[in-house]
């Protein structure tokens, strides 16, 4: 019995890793003493011991292989996350590169619109206030214009109405004495003022107002009659008035007329004065004190008051004349003088019947019209009124 208390229990598989049965392991033997019922025998124990030591080294080894297996694939798991981690930490940072060029150029496109913009506000800015200087000048240039013309058209307004009143209230028929002051007595005309034409005022100047007259009779007592020929080309002129010197009323009086009574010996000068006179440019003044330049036409010395700048003559000359915006004079004699008035007389009338102030019958107009041209035939005789 000792023998088999002693005996040691048989030894767990090497392939086992679990620790052997419990019907494997011997029931100790116990007293049947119930004094020693709580007590071993010493077999038993040291067979108890005997088994835990050997359960005590096989369990280290198999928690060392788990515990090497795990850190095995915890260092495998390490390794996948740490090259996961690496190649989103390259992607990540090769990201944040690309949306920092991004940013980079956004950035730059955004200064350089900037200063497009202030260079165009600047331009804008500039351009709207030289918009504004410009009106500004225009409108300052308009407002004195339109002050200007406002002026004028008054003064035409009244020129206007004062030339209607004069032909209306003159006719060749029955002649206002104190609008004709030729047809008043000596005693009662007074002392007569020189003519004056201007451009300005030409084509309101009534042909009575520097008449070469003083041979006209009076119409009671003078015989007339139409000559039928001039009367019918008169009428078809009066149907459309016009100034054309090719239209055979007014081709009949520049070459019975108008051309031997501005044919002066100086033909230069004539030429010019026949233009001025067409052209309704041409000034007649009286000679004042002031000294004046010297012009001369045709070798004649013209700023001698005692030589006519037209005839060549020694003529004492209370006239002057000047063409269009000349500043140079020419003196003339009476003669002259009478000739250019009497040409200058029969132009204006015929502007009046042009521009529609002669308000008459043809008789009247064609009777007023011979007068004219019996001035100028006169005139370029050498008949001229005596300067009072």
Not at 15 to 33: E, F, I, M, R, Y
Request: charged share 25%.
């Amino acid at each position: 019995m000792d023998s088999a208390r002693l005996q040691p229990a048989s030894p767990p598989q090497p392939d086992q890793g679990l620790p052997p049965p419990l019907a494997a392991v011997p029931v100790p033997w116990k007293s049947t003493d119930p004094c020693q019922g709580h007590r071993e025998s010493p077999g038993a124990l040291v067979e108890t011991s005997a088994g835990e030591e050997a359960q005590g080294q096989e369990g280290p080894a198999a928690a060392q292989l788990d515990v090497l297996r795990l850190r095995s694939s915890s260092m495998e798991i390490r390794e996948k996350g740490s090259e996961f981690l690496k190649e989103e930490l390259h992607r990540a940072q090769k990201e944040l590169k690309l949306k920092d060029e991004e940013c980079e150029r956004l950035s730059k496109v955004r200064e350089q619109l900037e200063q497009e913009l202030e260079e165009l506000t600047a331009s804008l800015f500039e351009e709207a206030h030289k918009m504004v200087r410009e009106a500004n000048m225009k409108q300052a240039a308009s407002e004195k214009q339109l002050t200007e013309a406002r002026g004028k058209i008054d003064m035409l307004q009244a020129e206007v109405t004062a030339l209607k009143t004069l032909v209306i209230t003159s006719t060749p028929a029955s002649p206002n004495r104190e609008l004709h002051p030729q047809l008043l007595s000596p005693t009662k005309a007074g002392p007569r003022k020189g003519h004056s034409r201007h451009k300005s005022t030409s084509s309101t100047l009534c042909p009575a107002v520097c008449p070469a007259a003083g041979h006209t009779l009076t119409p009671d007592r003078e015989g007339k009659e139409v000559d039928t020929i001039l009367f019918a080309e008169f009428q078809a002129w009066r149907e459309s008035p016009t100034l054309d010197k090719t239209c055979p009323f007014l081709e009949r009086v520049y070459r019975e007329d108008v051309g031997p009574c501005l044919d002066f010996t100086m033909q230069e000068l004539s030429v010019l004065v026949r233009a001025a006179v067409e052209d309704n440019t041409l000034t007649i003044e009286p000679v004042a004190s002031q000294t004046l330049p010297t012009v001369k036409v045709a070798e004649v010395d013209c700023s001698s008051t005692n030589t006519c700048a037209l005839s060549g003559l020694t003529r004492t000359c209370r006239h002057r004349i000047r063409l269009g915006d000349s500043k140079s004079h020419y003196y003339i004699s009476p003669s002259s003088r009478a000739r250019i008035t009497a040409v200058c007389n029969f132009f204006t009338y015929i502007r009046y019947i042009q521009q529609g102030l002669v308000r008459q019958d043809a008789e009247p107009m064609f009777w007023e019209i011979m007068r004219l041209r019996k001035e100028m035939s006169l005139a370029k005789l050498g008949f001229f009124p005596q300067e009072a």
